[in-house]
């Protein structure tokens, strides 16, 4: 988003037809590529109905269906510190979550795999005040966050007075 790229173009090949048994492989896999992306999104879509409805699958019986797995992760940071931290797509709906709504709505895959999110608890970072690196850490986050709070101040205040900026009168400045 937002870059552009120039590509050179050093050499077009003419597109030639492949042999029919060339063409009707990768068809045929294709195809049971296809089949078997659905029908592990339904099965996952499934799954998901099941636990909006309070149940736990994995606990039953029955087992779950063929394929597939729980795992429960370590903890882990939003930018994927901790031991072993999942993909972003799942860290990324991990933390839209909360302990109130702790499902998340939708089939996340990552193109390979398709995952259903739950989260277990949250873990708030403790940190070493003693620690130079993490005090200065902490120290440009509550700055980045104080900056955020004032803009957010400013644009709720002018929103309730109904002031208005004319950009025209500031450019001629």
Request: proline content about 6%; charged content about 30%; aromatic content about 6%.
């Amino acid at each position: 988003e937002g870059t552009y790229v120039v590509v050179r173009v050093i050499e077009r090949r003419e597109p030639q037809a492949m042999k029919l048994d060339e063409a009707r492989e990768q068809v045929e896999k294709a195809v049971r590529g296809e089949q078997a992306e659905q029908n592990a999104r339904k099965v996952m879509e499934e799954l998901l109905q099941t636990l909006r409805k309070g149940e736990r699958p994995w606990e039953k019986s029955e087992g779950l269906p063929a394929g597939v797995k729980v795992w429960s992760s370590a903890p882990f940071t939003f930018h994927g510190k901790g031991a072993n931290p999942p993909v972003v797509a799942i860290r990324k709906a991990a933390f839209q979550l909360t302990m109130e709504a702790p499902i998340y709505p939708n089939v996340v895959t990552d193109g390979a795999r398709y995952t259903l999110v739950r989260l277990a608890g949250i873990r708030h970072p403790v940190v070493d005040a003693k620690d130079p690196q993490q005090q200065r850490v902490l120290d440009a986050m509550r700055g980045e966050l104080g900056e955020e709070i004032w803009d957010r101040y400013l644009a709720g205040l002018r929103q309730q007075s109904e002031i208005k900026v004319d950009t025209k009168v500031l450019e001629s400045f």
